[in-house]
């Protein structure tokens, strides 16, 4: 009954939403990597002007309610709790390299981007937290700047309805991530405990960076998501591939 009700209403949202794909993006068969690539590209800079015209409600910045990282490893012994988070630069980024395939009823996407850096921005709060022997519970604001962002991007979708009333559903976005540099801005108003939190997370960046990661793939994948799934919905699959 769930699948049933939820198919009815994503046609019922895509019946009620008015769309035209942009001419720059070219139909592209789902075997046509280079297609693929150029039409992701043409997105991108549309996401970048007007992302309404692909039914995105934004890419600069992309927002995220809450990233929770929990404890454990080594340095990051607390949990660190994000709210209010924006991620910027997304939309500048250089598709790499595609690769596509359909298996069954599936559409699987293995996406390769650039970007010289990420930056995020977000409310933070630190509880149970020491550094050094010194008692560093903090909340306040924080940016984050990732340098030379690489990432690999897979993305599956179902192929689900038929004929005008086919779409693509996103159904999962699994990202893998390298980067060259980390730094870290904390503002409490606090000077001293400013100082010591910036100097730890930018002093030792690689050791919390690979702490931080699965977590730090969860938030990317749930951006990610957060801008394909309304293109998917918003455009039937005969306005995006080619049978």
Do not use: R
Request: charged letters at 15%; proline letters at 5%.
């Amino acid at each position: 009954f769930q699948q049933v009700f939820g198919f009815l209403l994503l046609t019922g949202i895509f019946n009620y939403v008015n769309s035209e794909l942009p001419p720059s993006i070219k139909i592209c068969s789902p075997s046509d990597t280079e297609c693929i690539k150029v039409a992701i590209e043409n997105s991108l800079l549309i996401l970048q002007k007007d992302p309404s015209l692909l039914h995105v409600a934004s890419i600069q910045p992309i927002e995220v309610d809450k990233w929770v990282v929990p404890a454990g490893g080594i340095i990051v012994l607390f949990e660190q709790v994000y709210t209010n988070i924006k991620c910027y630069n997304f939309g500048f980024s250089t598709v790499e390299s595609v690769q596509s395939q359909i298996q069954n009823t599936s559409l699987i996407f293995s996406i390769n981007i650039y970007n010289p850096q990420i930056e995020f921005k977000a409310d933070y709060e630190f509880k149970n937290t020491t550094f050094v022997k010194i008692p560093t519970i903090s909340k306040g604001k924080v940016s984050h700047k990732l340098s030379n962002y690489k990432a690999q991007i897979n993305i599956t979708g179902d192929i689900i309805g038929q004929g005008d009333e086919k779409y693509v559903s996103v159904t999962s976005v699994k990202i893998n991530l390298d980067i060259s540099g980390y730094i870290s801005k904390f503002q409490t108003g606090n000077f001293f405990l400013d100082t010591i939190t910036n100097k730890v997370f930018n002093t030792n960046w690689q050791l919390i960076f690979w702490e931080m990661k699965p977590a730090l793939h969860q938030m990317f994948e749930h951006a990610f998501q957060k801008v394909m799934s309304p293109v998917f919905l918003a455009f039937p699959y005969s306005e995006l591939f080619l049978d």
